[in-house]
């Protein structure tokens, strides 16, 4: 089942996890930050690819980044990514080097190319913010195919196939006794085949991926289903796609692209729900600049609310904050010296409206309360 999906940046999780980024962080700054689209799938592909290349270079040069580093930028930029259409690439370079250099499967409308003290990190968590990691599970009486998905990447993570008994798989219509027997077993080998699919489901949820989706036949669904009650798993029901190659695929990319986003505007939603909720109580979270940094001091904060565009708007003194470790004492938008707190305390990132936030640019979800 490899390659078969194109899915969007729907995300199940709907938190970015920075310890994917931590490492940047290590390095002496400053650094630079290029965020651009790389796919070169149309005529002229690959001019464009090379024009924006030279755009962030360019940039890059503007704002007093040494050639070395820019030069390292293109180079890297340069290499063609073998990978089909939208494709995002976030590269971070300082004099040491390339510090990061990250593909995932999105439009870059907006891109991204700065010189500065912190890494520039916002726009690409705005986007991996919605990723998600989810399990698509196409069955049929005689097994299954299952995947692995992260909706920003173009290939499943992991693939098998389930190939279970084909023996008396075809009910007959007849009343007589062996008929009936012929029935009983072949509804048997549907349970069993059923079993050993959710079985390799079960296994991935197991790792941490609760969000199953499952399409193909509505029986072997049903059985599938049945099988994963008291299990983790979060279970979605596709009516679109097959095991058979009938050119169902378009169907069942909208289905899970449908579903994908259902699950994210609800986990969203849910979010800031909560966020009220804890404001509401006066406990367990914060909202604004000057209370989040300091809650950042304190190691408090479990998952920062972010706004990118909002926050970019403020500026983050860390001189003014005693005890902020965020690499830097250099004044820095507030979204760039967010993330990289967050980061550097191993704290979740997720985006959300400054309008849900009552009009801040940023609120955060704590680990624990302590008197400021």
């Known amino acids: 089942m490899a390659d078969r999906f194109r899915l969007g940046t729907f995300g199940h999780r709907a938190l970015m996890d920075t310890s994917t980024l931590s490492k940047v962080y290590q390095s002496d700054g400053p650094f630079a930050t290029v965020l651009v ?8 592909g690959a001019h464009e690819h090379e ?8 940039a890059l040069r503007e704002q007093g ?8 930028v293109g180079d890297r930029l340069g290499e063609l990514v073998p990978q089909p259409v939208p494709v995002a690439r976030l590269v971070v370079v300082t004099a040491d080097g390339v510090q990061h250099d990250e593909t995932a499967a999105f439009q870059v409308d ?3 190319a700065t010189w500065g003290p912190l890494p520039d990190l916002a726009r690409w968590i705005e986007h991996a913010d919605g990723a998600v990691t989810f399990v698509l599970a196409v069955v049929d009486h005689e097994g299954g195919d299952v995947a692995v998905h992260r909706s920003d990447l173009p290939s499943p993570e992991q693939t098998a196939s389930v190939h279970g008994s084909t023996e008396n798989i075809h009910q007959v219509g007849a009343d007589d006794w062996g008929s009936l027997k012929y029935q009983h077993r072949t509804e ?15 296994s991935h949820v197991r790792a941490g991926n609760r969000l199953v989706l499952l399409a193909g036949d509505p029986r072997s669904r049903s059985l599938v289903r049945e099988r994963l009650d008291g ?14 190659d009938d050119g169902g695929e378009e169907a069942l990319q909208a289905a899970v692209r449908g579903a994908l986003l259902e699950q994210v505007v609800r986990r969203r939603v849910g979010r800031v729900h909560e966020l009220r909720e804890r404001l509401g109580r006066g406990e367990g979270a914060v909202a604004g600049l000057d ?4 809650a950042f001091v304190r190691g408090q904060v479990a998952t920062l609310l972010l706004d990118p565009a909002a926050a970019a708007q403020q500026e983050l003194a860390p001189g003014t904050y005693r005890g902020l470790s ?3 004492q250099e004044t820095v938008p507030a979204d760039v010296g967010l993330v990289a707190a967050a980061a550097l305390t191993s704290a979740d990132v997720a985006i959300v409206s400054s309008a849900t936030l009552g009009g801040e640019p940023v609120a955060a979800l704590l680990r624990w309360d302590q008197p400021a």
């Open 37 to 44: 689209d790389v796919g070169h799938e149309s005529e002229n």
């Open 51 to 58: 024009l924006r290349v030279r755009a962030a270079r360019e």
């Open 65 to 72: 980044a040494p050639e070395g580093v820019v030069t390292a």
């Open 110 to 112: 907006d891109p991204v």
């Open 188 to 202: 048997n080998v549907w349970a069993h085949n059923a079993a050993e699919v959710a079985d390799r489901i079960t």
């Open 231 to 244: 299990t983790h798993a979060e279970v979605v029901d596709l009516e679109s796609g097959s095991r058979a």
């Open 291 to 294: 209370d989040v940094t300091g």
């Open 326 to 328: 965020i690499g830097t």
